[in-house]
């Protein structure tokens, strides 16, 4: 999901489905974008919109080579332009993206035929003028790592380096700063511990432990003062689904086991940044799903059944600070 003023767009999972707007002065819903693909789902992944335009994934799971492209929309005009495509079992489950409103930071894997190996790459598009920049690229069978979630603001990239098993199944982050002469490292965060980066500038927020391991505690870090701030799971009984980030609020929300699936608990906490307070919210109908903000609204996804969910939103002056 996510806020354009007063508009709320949301996407389903299931295939055939696309992305929804809603707007809520008029009450009017209707069908915003739809697959290219006669199988395709536009809603597996994050779909993000920064000023006029909007970039989102298309994929194709049902496709016997497995296909998806990364794309920008114009709110207006709603032309589309592809800005990745990539037809390649190996990069399955699909690629990991963000958008600042003019570039793309992108993250994903394929298959060399001729090295005989998996090659990671991690490149960052400029969607104005096409102009693809290469971070890195390297093969990354047996090691050292394959590039994960990324995060992208100005001439600042955050990508997640993901270790082998051979390596404990660890994860780092790596912080890029664009120059005159590309992009160069400036900091790193390689304990092994560090994962999940989501950023709202100047904060960049991850999970305190590795990528796979349920998380007690966030790491929020100012790109600008270099300050570091751990934030604890207000409910440290539970461990918590991944980090993110809804305008100025840290989300947290709880993994709940169950004999069947996880699933992600009916109640839930926003912290905002930088110094709280944290806002407890509860559902009795279901589990919440996922989340969007704005300066005026918050809305967020409940599951009231095996595929149904109800949707639900507030002001965002009207959240309940204590």
């Known amino acids: 999901m996510a806020w354009v003023g007063d508009t709320l767009y949301w996407a389903g999972a299931r295939p055939g489905d696309g992305i929804y707007k809603y707007d809520i002065a008029t009450g009017k819903k209707e069908l915003f974008l739809r697959t290219d693909f006669a199988t395709g789902t536009l809603g597996s992944y994050q779909f993000i919109p920064r000023g006029d335009k909007m970039v989102f994934l298309d994929v194709d799971y049902h496709a016997k080579v497995f296909q998806w492209k990364i794309e920008s929309v114009d709110f207006r005009s709603r032309d589309e332009e592809t800005i990745l495509e990539v037809r390649d079992n190996v990069s399955w489950p699909g690629p990991y ?3 600042d409103g003019r570039r793309v930071a992108i993250a994903y894997d394929t298959l060399d035929r001729q090295k005989h190996c998996t090659v990671s790459h991690l490149m960052v598009v ?3 003028t096409g102009a693809r920049e290469l971070v ?3 093969c990354a069978d047996y090691g050292p790592f394959l590039w994960g979630p990324v995060a992208l603001h100005g001439d600042v990239l ?3 380096q993901d270790l082998p098993d051979k390596k404990g199944k660890g994860s780092n982050l790596v912080i890029f700063r664009r120059g005159k002469e590309g992009w160069k490292v400036s900091e790193r965060f390689d304990d092994e511990r560090d994962s999940m980066p989501v950023m709202n500038w100047p904060w960049l ?8 391991d349920p998380g007690y505690q966030d790491m929020a870090y100012n790109l600008e003062t270099h300050e570091k701030k751990f934030i604890l799971a207000p409910n440290v009984s539970m461990p ?6 809804c305008g100025d609020w840290i989300v947290w929300s709880f993994v709940v086991p169950s004999s069947s699936q996880q699933g992600i608990g009916g109640e839930a906490y926003f912290y905002r940044l ?3 307070p944290f806002i407890e919210i509860k559902r009795e109908a279901g589990p919440f799903e996922t989340f969007a903000c704005s300066d005026r609204w918050v809305a967020w996804a409940i599951m009231v059944g095996r595929e149904l969910y109800r949707i639900e939103w507030i002001r965002a002056k009207d959240l309940p600070t204590k």
Do not use: S
């Open 97 to 99: 993206y963000d958008f």
């Open 126 to 128: 400029d969607i104005g």
């Open 136 to 138: 890195d690229e390297h």
């Open 158 to 160: 955050v990508a997640e």
């Open 205 to 212: 927020v991850w999970k305190k432990t590795k990528r796979y």
């Open 240 to 245: 918590t689904a991944d980090p993110k980030l």
């Open 274 to 276: 930088p110094n709280g």
